[in-house]
Protein backbone atom coordinates (compact mmCIF):
# COMPACT_ATOMS: atom_id res chain seq x y z
CA UNK A 1 0.00 0.00 0.00
CA UNK A 2 1.14 3.31 -0.59
CA UNK A 3 2.70 5.02 2.34
CA UNK A 4 3.24 8.86 0.97
CA UNK A 5 0.09 11.17 2.08
CA UNK A 6 -0.70 14.04 -0.04
CA UNK A 7 0.07 16.77 2.87
CA UNK A 8 0.77 20.47 2.33
CA UNK A 9 3.44 21.35 4.23
CA UNK A 10 3.50 19.54 7.69
CA UNK A 11 1.35 16.66 8.96
CA UNK A 12 1.77 17.65 12.78
CA UNK A 13 0.31 21.23 11.94
CA UNK A 14 -2.17 20.19 9.77
CA UNK A 15 -3.73 16.91 11.17
CA UNK A 16 -3.90 19.42 14.73
CA UNK A 17 -5.11 22.74 12.94
CA UNK A 18 -6.90 21.63 10.16
CA UNK A 19 -8.55 17.82 10.64
CA UNK A 20 -9.09 17.71 14.16
CA UNK A 21 -11.49 20.63 14.17
CA UNK A 22 -13.67 18.86 12.75
CA UNK A 23 -13.81 15.37 14.81
CA UNK A 24 -11.96 16.58 18.41
CA UNK A 25 -15.58 19.09 18.63
CA UNK A 26 -17.70 16.34 18.01
CA UNK A 27 -15.84 14.22 20.63
CA UNK A 28 -15.99 16.71 22.77
CA UNK A 29 -20.04 17.15 22.91
CA UNK A 30 -20.53 13.07 23.07
CA UNK A 31 -18.39 12.48 25.73
CA UNK A 32 -20.10 15.91 27.69
CA UNK A 33 -23.59 15.33 26.19
CA UNK A 34 -25.05 16.30 30.04
CA UNK A 35 -23.47 19.94 29.50
CA UNK A 36 -24.00 20.55 25.90
CA UNK A 37 -27.44 20.17 25.81
CA UNK A 38 -28.36 21.93 29.24
CA UNK A 39 -26.17 25.05 28.45
CA UNK A 40 -26.53 27.74 25.68
CA UNK A 41 -23.71 30.06 24.28
CA UNK A 42 -22.39 31.99 27.40
CA UNK A 43 -20.70 34.80 27.44
CA UNK A 44 -17.29 32.97 27.76
CA UNK A 45 -18.17 30.54 25.33
CA UNK A 46 -19.34 33.65 22.76
CA UNK A 47 -15.88 35.27 23.30
CA UNK A 48 -13.91 31.87 22.28
CA UNK A 49 -16.25 30.77 19.45
CA UNK A 50 -17.69 33.78 17.60
CA UNK A 51 -14.93 36.63 18.84
CA UNK A 52 -11.79 34.62 18.96
CA UNK A 53 -12.45 32.23 16.40
CA UNK A 54 -15.35 33.05 13.81
CA UNK A 55 -15.10 37.04 13.71
CA UNK A 56 -11.13 36.51 13.42
CA UNK A 57 -10.93 33.63 10.63
CA UNK A 58 -12.37 36.53 8.64
CA UNK A 59 -9.70 39.16 9.16
CA UNK A 60 -6.91 36.06 7.79
CA UNK A 61 -8.02 37.11 4.53
CA UNK A 62 -5.96 40.04 4.66
CA UNK A 63 -2.94 38.38 5.21
CA UNK A 64 -3.24 36.45 2.35
CA UNK A 65 -4.44 38.98 0.29
CA UNK A 66 -4.46 42.60 1.16
CA UNK A 67 -0.65 42.46 2.94
CA UNK A 68 0.91 40.36 0.57
CA UNK A 69 2.37 43.16 -1.69
CA UNK A 70 3.09 40.81 -5.10
CA UNK A 71 -0.80 39.15 -4.66
CA UNK A 72 -2.49 42.75 -4.03
CA UNK A 73 -0.40 44.15 -6.76
CA UNK A 74 -1.46 41.69 -9.24
CA UNK A 75 -5.48 41.67 -8.54
CA UNK A 76 -5.60 45.41 -7.16
CA UNK A 77 -8.34 46.22 -9.07
CA UNK A 78 -10.63 43.66 -8.23
CA UNK A 79 -9.32 43.34 -4.38
CA UNK A 80 -10.67 47.28 -4.49
CA UNK A 81 -13.65 46.95 -6.58
CA UNK A 82 -15.37 44.41 -4.07
CA UNK A 83 -15.50 45.54 -0.95
CA UNK A 84 -16.42 49.22 -2.77
CA UNK A 85 -18.84 47.29 -4.26
CA UNK A 86 -20.32 45.03 -1.46
CA UNK A 87 -20.23 48.32 0.89
CA UNK A 88 -23.02 50.06 -1.51
CA UNK A 89 -25.33 47.09 -2.12
CA UNK A 90 -25.57 46.00 1.78
CA UNK A 91 -26.50 49.40 2.53
CA UNK A 92 -29.72 49.52 0.27
CA UNK A 93 -30.17 45.96 1.19
CA UNK A 94 -30.52 46.67 5.04
CA UNK A 95 -32.20 50.09 4.42
CA UNK A 96 -34.96 48.08 1.98
CA UNK A 97 -35.50 45.22 4.43
CA UNK A 98 -33.24 44.18 7.10
CA UNK A 99 -34.72 40.59 7.93
CA UNK A 100 -33.94 40.23 3.69
CA UNK A 101 -30.53 41.72 4.48
CA UNK A 102 -29.66 38.56 7.13
CA UNK A 103 -31.25 36.02 5.17
CA UNK A 104 -29.56 36.63 2.31
CA UNK A 105 -26.22 36.70 4.07
CA UNK A 106 -26.81 33.94 5.41
CA UNK A 107 -27.27 31.86 2.26
CA UNK A 108 -23.78 33.44 1.44
CA UNK A 109 -22.04 32.50 4.50
CA UNK A 110 -23.72 29.08 4.10
CA UNK A 111 -22.37 28.59 0.46
CA UNK A 112 -18.83 29.78 1.54
CA UNK A 113 -19.13 27.25 4.31
CA UNK A 114 -20.10 24.60 2.36
CA UNK A 115 -17.59 25.27 -0.49
CA UNK A 116 -14.80 25.44 1.97
CA UNK A 117 -14.83 21.50 3.23
CA UNK A 118 -15.46 20.76 -1.16
CA UNK A 119 -12.03 22.56 -1.10
CA UNK A 120 -10.47 20.79 1.29
CA UNK A 121 -10.76 17.71 0.17
CA UNK A 122 -10.10 18.72 -3.38
CA UNK A 123 -6.43 20.19 -1.63
CA UNK A 124 -6.07 16.36 -0.19
CA UNK A 125 -6.95 14.73 -3.28
CA UNK A 126 -4.88 16.74 -5.60
CA UNK A 127 -2.18 13.82 -6.41
CA UNK A 128 -4.81 11.24 -6.38
CA UNK A 129 -4.53 9.55 -9.72
CA UNK A 130 -7.37 11.39 -12.12
CA UNK A 131 -10.34 9.08 -12.35
CA UNK A 132 -14.17 10.47 -13.57
CA UNK A 133 -16.11 8.15 -11.11
CA UNK A 134 -14.07 8.38 -8.02
CA UNK A 135 -13.96 12.09 -7.80
CA UNK A 136 -17.67 12.19 -8.79
CA UNK A 137 -18.07 9.91 -5.79
CA UNK A 138 -15.90 12.33 -3.60
CA UNK A 139 -18.03 15.53 -4.31
CA UNK A 140 -21.34 13.69 -4.01
CA UNK A 141 -19.89 12.34 -0.47
CA UNK A 142 -18.92 16.03 0.85
CA UNK A 143 -21.97 18.27 -0.75
CA UNK A 144 -24.06 15.30 1.15
CA UNK A 145 -22.30 15.80 4.50
CA UNK A 146 -22.98 19.48 4.43
CA UNK A 147 -26.44 19.73 2.03
CA UNK A 148 -28.31 17.13 3.52
CA UNK A 149 -27.96 18.15 7.41
CA UNK A 150 -29.13 22.30 5.55
CA UNK A 151 -32.25 20.61 3.96
CA UNK A 152 -33.52 19.06 7.17
CA UNK A 153 -32.66 22.31 8.71
CA UNK A 154 -34.82 24.01 6.33
CA UNK A 155 -37.88 21.04 6.81
CA UNK A 156 -38.19 20.21 9.80
CA UNK A 157 -37.36 24.12 11.00
CA UNK A 158 -36.15 24.15 14.94
CA UNK A 159 -36.08 28.26 16.56
CA UNK A 160 -33.32 26.57 18.85
CA UNK A 161 -30.38 27.34 16.14
CA UNK A 162 -29.78 30.18 13.43
CA UNK A 163 -27.11 31.47 11.64
CA UNK A 164 -27.13 35.15 12.02
CA UNK A 165 -30.37 36.21 13.81
CA UNK A 166 -33.86 34.19 14.40
CA UNK A 167 -35.58 32.98 11.41
CA UNK A 168 -33.20 34.14 9.01
CA UNK A 169 -33.60 30.48 6.82
CA UNK A 170 -36.55 29.91 4.94
CA UNK A 171 -39.02 26.98 6.27
CA UNK A 172 -39.99 24.66 3.58
CA UNK A 173 -42.92 22.12 4.41
CA UNK A 174 -41.44 19.05 2.98
CA UNK A 175 -40.70 17.43 6.47
CA UNK A 176 -42.35 14.43 4.80
CA UNK A 177 -39.24 14.00 2.30
CA UNK A 178 -36.58 14.03 5.34
CA UNK A 179 -36.78 10.19 5.98
CA UNK A 180 -36.25 9.80 2.19
CA UNK A 181 -33.41 12.00 2.28
CA UNK A 182 -32.01 10.45 5.28
CA UNK A 183 -31.96 7.30 3.64
CA UNK A 184 -30.26 8.87 0.45
CA UNK A 185 -27.79 10.48 2.75
CA UNK A 186 -26.94 6.97 4.60
CA UNK A 187 -26.87 5.38 1.11
CA UNK A 188 -24.23 8.16 -0.24
CA UNK A 189 -21.74 7.21 2.98
CA UNK A 190 -22.42 3.43 1.77
CA UNK A 191 -21.36 4.12 -1.83
CA UNK A 192 -18.00 6.54 -0.80
CA UNK A 193 -16.93 3.72 1.97
CA UNK A 194 -17.29 1.17 -1.09
CA UNK A 195 -15.52 2.84 -3.20
CA UNK A 196 -12.61 3.32 -0.90
CA UNK A 197 -12.37 -0.08 0.13
CA UNK A 198 -11.64 -1.01 -3.84
CA UNK A 199 -9.26 1.42 -4.35
CA UNK A 200 -7.25 -0.04 -1.07
CA UNK A 201 -7.69 -3.83 -2.64
CA UNK A 202 -7.00 -2.73 -6.26
CA UNK A 203 -4.81 0.12 -5.59
CA UNK A 204 -3.49 -0.44 -2.50
CA UNK A 205 -4.04 3.46 -1.89
CA UNK A 206 -5.27 4.97 1.45
CA UNK A 207 -5.51 8.73 1.22
CA UNK A 208 -5.77 9.43 4.98
CA UNK A 209 -5.84 13.31 5.41
CA UNK A 210 -8.76 13.21 2.49
CA UNK A 211 -10.50 10.60 4.09
CA UNK A 212 -10.56 12.30 7.50
CA UNK A 213 -11.78 15.59 6.12
CA UNK A 214 -14.89 13.87 4.71
CA UNK A 215 -15.16 11.92 7.75
CA UNK A 216 -15.09 15.32 9.92
CA UNK A 217 -17.51 17.13 7.39
CA UNK A 218 -20.00 14.13 8.42
CA UNK A 219 -19.53 14.06 11.77
CA UNK A 220 -19.50 18.08 12.48
CA UNK A 221 -22.36 18.79 10.29
CA UNK A 222 -24.67 15.59 11.27
CA UNK A 223 -24.27 16.20 14.71
CA UNK A 224 -24.15 20.22 14.67
CA UNK A 225 -27.24 20.61 13.20
CA UNK A 226 -29.40 16.87 12.42
CA UNK A 227 -28.42 14.65 15.81
CA UNK A 228 -28.53 17.92 18.47
CA UNK A 229 -30.06 21.19 18.02
CA UNK A 230 -29.09 23.67 20.36
CA UNK A 231 -27.54 26.87 19.38
CA UNK A 232 -23.93 26.05 21.64
CA UNK A 233 -23.33 22.47 19.80
CA UNK A 234 -24.30 23.91 16.58
CA UNK A 235 -21.90 27.08 17.13
CA UNK A 236 -19.03 25.03 18.58
CA UNK A 237 -19.19 22.33 15.80
CA UNK A 238 -20.11 24.70 13.30
CA UNK A 239 -17.73 27.72 13.79
CA UNK A 240 -14.43 25.73 15.03
CA UNK A 241 -14.76 22.94 12.16
CA UNK A 242 -14.55 26.47 9.49
CA UNK A 243 -12.88 28.78 11.72
CA UNK A 244 -9.55 27.50 12.85
CA UNK A 245 -8.85 25.03 9.90
CA UNK A 246 -9.13 28.33 7.55
CA UNK A 247 -6.48 30.10 9.28
CA UNK A 248 -3.97 27.26 9.95
CA UNK A 249 -4.22 26.85 5.54
CA UNK A 250 -3.48 30.88 5.58
CA UNK A 251 -1.02 30.24 7.72
CA UNK A 252 0.76 27.39 5.71
CA UNK A 253 0.38 29.61 2.80
CA UNK A 254 2.00 32.32 4.19
CA UNK A 255 4.87 29.39 5.97
CA UNK A 256 5.65 28.73 2.38
CA UNK A 257 5.51 31.51 0.94
CA UNK A 258 8.10 34.12 2.75
CA UNK A 259 10.99 34.74 1.89
CA UNK A 260 12.50 35.53 5.26
CA UNK A 261 11.26 39.12 6.44
CA UNK A 262 8.31 37.47 8.29
CA UNK A 263 9.31 35.07 11.39
CA UNK A 264 6.69 31.94 10.98
CA UNK A 265 7.66 30.66 14.47
CA UNK A 266 6.60 31.27 17.82
CA UNK A 267 6.83 35.06 17.35
CA UNK A 268 5.37 35.04 14.11
CA UNK A 269 2.02 32.82 14.99
CA UNK A 270 1.36 34.74 18.55
CA UNK A 271 1.56 38.12 16.10
CA UNK A 272 -0.40 36.65 13.56
CA UNK A 273 -3.34 36.20 16.38
CA UNK A 274 -3.02 39.01 18.16
CA UNK A 275 -3.52 41.22 15.28
CA UNK A 276 -6.32 39.16 14.27
CA UNK A 277 -8.01 39.62 17.80
CA UNK A 278 -7.38 42.94 18.07
CA UNK A 279 -9.28 43.49 14.35
CA UNK A 280 -12.02 41.11 15.40
CA UNK A 281 -12.25 42.99 19.20
CA UNK A 282 -12.55 46.17 17.31
CA UNK A 283 -15.30 44.98 14.82
CA UNK A 284 -17.14 43.67 17.43
CA UNK A 285 -16.83 46.64 19.90
CA UNK A 286 -18.58 48.65 17.35
CA UNK A 287 -21.36 45.99 16.90
CA UNK A 288 -22.16 45.43 20.55
CA UNK A 289 -22.30 48.99 21.32
CA UNK A 290 -24.05 49.94 18.11
CA UNK A 291 -26.12 47.45 17.29
CA UNK A 292 -26.65 44.74 19.50
CA UNK A 293 -26.10 45.79 22.77
CA UNK A 294 -25.58 41.88 23.52
CA UNK A 295 -22.54 41.36 25.45
CA UNK A 296 -21.85 44.87 27.85
CA UNK A 297 -19.10 43.51 30.02
CA UNK A 298 -16.46 42.28 27.35
CA UNK A 299 -16.26 45.68 25.30
CA UNK A 300 -15.13 49.33 25.92
CA UNK A 301 -18.56 51.58 26.48
CA UNK A 302 -18.89 53.52 23.12
CA UNK A 303 -22.47 54.86 23.06
CA UNK A 304 -26.05 54.83 25.50
CA UNK A 305 -27.64 52.48 23.04
CA UNK A 306 -28.13 51.23 19.70
CA UNK A 307 -28.56 53.21 16.58
CA UNK A 308 -32.27 54.20 15.86
CA UNK A 309 -31.66 56.60 12.80
CA UNK A 310 -32.25 54.10 9.95
CA UNK A 311 -29.84 55.18 7.72
CA UNK A 312 -27.34 55.66 10.34
CA UNK A 313 -28.20 52.17 11.17
CA UNK A 314 -27.72 50.54 8.02
CA UNK A 315 -24.30 52.78 7.17
CA UNK A 316 -23.20 51.10 9.79
CA UNK A 317 -24.29 47.65 9.61
CA UNK A 318 -22.83 47.41 5.70
CA UNK A 319 -19.33 49.06 6.64
CA UNK A 320 -19.07 46.55 9.63
CA UNK A 321 -20.38 43.59 7.72
CA UNK A 322 -18.05 44.53 4.67
CA UNK A 323 -14.81 42.29 6.08
CA UNK A 324 -17.30 39.40 6.40
CA UNK A 325 -19.26 39.89 3.09
CA UNK A 326 -15.49 40.69 1.29
CA UNK A 327 -14.18 37.29 3.15
CA UNK A 328 -17.16 35.22 1.56
CA UNK A 329 -16.73 36.65 -1.89
CA UNK A 330 -12.77 36.75 -2.17
CA UNK A 331 -12.89 33.10 -1.06
CA UNK A 332 -14.50 31.80 -4.44
CA UNK A 333 -10.64 33.50 -5.87
CA UNK A 334 -8.69 33.42 -3.35
CA UNK A 335 -6.77 29.72 -4.14
CA UNK A 336 -7.70 30.58 -7.62
CA UNK A 337 -5.08 32.76 -8.87
CA UNK A 338 -3.04 31.57 -11.62
CA UNK A 339 -0.41 33.55 -11.12
CA UNK A 340 0.76 32.72 -8.07
CA UNK A 341 2.37 29.14 -7.90
CA UNK A 342 1.84 28.74 -4.27
CA UNK A 343 -1.97 29.23 -4.37
CA UNK A 344 -2.65 25.48 -5.26
CA UNK A 345 0.30 24.53 -2.68
Not at 61 to 70: A, M, S, V
Not at 235 to 250: Q, R, S
Not at 278 to 304: K, R, S
Request: glycine fraction near 4%; hydrophobic fraction near 55%.
Amino acid sequence: MKTTQPWLANPVIESVFIILPMILPVAAVLIFRDYFTTHEVSTLWWVILVLCIDVSHVYSTLFRLYWDRQTFQAHKRLLVIIPIVGFFIAIGMHLYDAMLFWRILAYIAVFHFVRQQYGFMRLYARKETHNKWRNSIDAIAIYTATLYPLLHWHMVGTDKIAWFVKGDFLRINLDSYDSFLAASYYVVIGIYVIKELVMVVKLRSFNIPKNLIIAGTFLSWYFGIVAFQGDLIFTLLNVVAHGIPYMALIWIYGAKKTSGSFTFGIKGALTFVAVLLMLAYFEENLWDNFVWNDHPGVFIPLADGAIENPYMLSCLVALLILPQVTHYVLDGFIWRFSKDPHSRF
